[in-house]
């Protein structure tokens, strides 16, 4: 062979060289790129995950808690049923105005009449005025 065949194959050679040291620099480059893909992808999996356990944990807080309203709201709508209404309320008042009790005697004041006594509180009647009442 002679030397320009040689110049052009050791020329070839060192282009391939070349070029195989870029390819080579270049998967270098795309290997550690990757690698800094896949942490990046695992941490924030990671944290992804984490987030998730969170989340579960507050539904099922916010899930005990909605329960919780539920048992109270029931046990507050049980017990409602045994008040009264206002309409009867309302009704039991005009009964009490209408029979208006504080002018009622008590036993101990119609003892005392039947016994020719005063009566205490703001009435003093005497025996002989009570069948003025009657």
């Given at each position: 062979?002679?030397?320009?065949?040689?110049?052009?194959?050791?020329?070839?050679?060192?282009?391939?060289?070349?070029?195989?040291?870029?390819?080579?620099?270049?998967?270098?480059?795309?290997?550690?790129?990757?690698?800094?893909?896949?942490?990046?992808?695992?941490?924030?999996?990671?944290?992804?995950?984490?987030?998730?356990?969170?989340?579960?944990?507050?539904?099922?807080?916010?899930?005990?808690?909605?329960?919780?309203?539920?048992?109270?709201?029931?046990?507050?709508?049980?017990?409602?049923?045994?008040?009264?209404?206002?309409?009867?309320?309302?009704?039991?008042?005009?009964?009490?105005?209408?029979?208006?009790?504080?002018?009622?005697?008590t036993i101990s004041d119609v003892k005392a009449l039947l016994r020719g006594k005063k009566i205490s509180k703001d009435k003093i009647?005497?025996?002989?005025?009570?069948?003025?009442?009657?």
């Amino acid at each position: 062979m002679d030397q320009n065949t040689l110049g052009q194959i050791s020329a070839l050679l060192g282009e391939f060289s070349a070029r195989i040291n870029d390819l080579e620099e270049r998967m270098r480059l795309l290997r550690e790129r990757v690698m800094v893909l896949d942490k990046t992808i695992i941490k924030q999996g990671d944290r992804i995950n984490k987030e998730i356990t969170m989340l579960k944990d507050d539904f099922s807080k916010i899930d005990n808690q909605i329960e919780h309203m539920k048992d109270v709201s029931e046990s507050i709508q049980n017990k409602s049923e045994d008040f009264a209404s206002k309409e009867e309320l309302k009704l039991v008042k005009r009964y009490m105005e209408s029979w208006d009790p504080m002018n009622f005697a008590t036993i101990s004041d119609v003892k005392a009449l039947l016994r020719g006594k005063k009566i205490s509180k703001d009435k003093i009647i005497e025996v002989e005025e009570w069948g003025k009442y009657q």
